[in-house]
DNA sequence: CCCACGACCTGTGGGC
DNA sequence: TGCCCACAGGTCGTGG
């Protein structure tokens, strides 16, 4: 699921373990995930010096001293485990995670701090590449993809820019990562939930007026799940291992057959599947 | 260009 | 209790 909350909770967990600290040691262990491995992986990263560690979208961005950014994507069910050298952890500053997956521990970060981080993905939908970091903003993985839904550039008059004339419902357009980047199934159906937004609806015929209230939801569903630390469905942890708890709060999610939680409603939770994915929202105050 | 759908993988939760 | 299958956070490629 990694959404955008959830990379965001998984950088924050990373950075103060990777930025500034050297590659001593790193382990790919099979020639590839969801696409192969770039050439000379190992090679290119061991001994580097990961300088910071940013995200695009649901993507994380391992800024190297050598010039390379280290891109990971997380899929469906990668995860980064954590385990901290002795005494190296601060009292409230990072958890012990559970020992990684051994079955589906596919790379193995080692740092001169004594710390190693094991990305770990079942199903390998997940993928690793190696950019310069000039290249990264035209490599195919990044261009042509939409603004942050938490930044400046992701606004009404753009979202009218992108609904104009299209027939497609809203849900679907709120996935296309061209449009905006980093939403993802859980988080567009709560968002259209709060928004009072049916997903069925063609978004070409959206009044613009409510286009404004569409982001402004949009960006508090992401602001607070991300202050809640994500959310942990079967595949997503936190990095420290603790629990993201957004979860707990989804209005629509999962929802089927549940009374809407919207106040005066009385409606009840649907599902349905658009592009081949589950929509959940009420019929009756999504409009 | 637009859109629907299958493919990629493995694990698991819920129903019977 | 045990088995089976529908379904799962994302993206890419194909074909109409």
Redesign the pocket.
Known sequence: ???LP?VETVRRGLAPVLEGARLTRVEQRRP?L?FPFPEGFVQRLTGATLTRLDRR???LLGHLDRGDVLVM?????GRFEIEAAEGTVRPGEFIYAAPPDP??AHVVFETDRGGRVTYSD????GFMGLIPAGAVESH??FAGMGPEPLGPDFDASLLARAFA?????AK??L?D?RIV???????VCEALHRAGVSPLKP?GKIPRARLGPLVAVIREVLEEAIAAG???????AATDGALGYF?HRFQA??REKEPCGTPGCGGTIA?I??????TFYCPRCQR
């Open positions: 699921m990694p959404e959830e590839d969801r979208a649901k993507y994507h997380l899929g469906m069910t079955k589906h079942p199903r390998r939908f195919p993985w004339g299209r027939k497609q419902n679907v357009l996935l990562q980047a980093g939403l993802g199934n859980i988080y978004a994500g959310s942990t469905l079967r595949d997503f979860q999610y999962g599902r599947v658009q592009g081949g994915r589950s």
